[in-house]
């Protein structure tokens, strides 16, 4: 294995590791982040890049932190992910690749985006 991953081994939990770098998905309703209100900034656990604002985060029902848009749209990346049968979109952090969640297009905001993040990719500072 490469030094830099066994370093995020060490850093990391061991879910963090799975999500961010093997692509897990952590279970439905049991993120840290899944109910949270507070105002603040998501970032990237990895990197620490600026991913998303409490402002655009919405109550999506489906157990994991949604979004309806970026902080900033540089600050993502999106993949093809055909792994399931129907063919997704991967989001990963655009400054280090961190696999983060998906991005479909039923969300309720004026682009119709819904950012489907696992809290396992996210680490929150508070405003
Ligand atoms: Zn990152």
């Given at each position: 294995m490469e030094k830099g991953k066994e370093d995020?081994?060490?850093?990391?939990t061991p879910e963090q590791?799975?999500?961010t770098q093997e692509k897990?998905?952590?279970a439905p309703f049991t993120g840290e982040y899944v109910h949270t209100k507070d105002r603040g900034v998501y970032r990237c656990v990895v990197c620490g890049n600026e991913l998303f604002s409490s402002e655009d985060k919405f109550d999506s029902g489906t157990g994991w932190p949604s979004f309806t848009r970026p902080k900033k749209k540089s600050s993502l990346g999106e993949r093809k992910d055909r792994s399931l049968f129907v063919e997704r979109t991967e989001v990963v952090c655009d400054k280090c690749g961190?696999?983060?969640g998906h991005v479909f297009d039923d969300g309720p905001g004026p682009e119709g985006k819904r950012f489907c993040i696992n809290?396992?990719?996210l680490k929150m500072e508070k405003k």
């Open positions: 995020l081994r060490k850093r990391l590791f799975r999500v897990a998905t952590e961190a696999h983060l809290s396992c990719s």
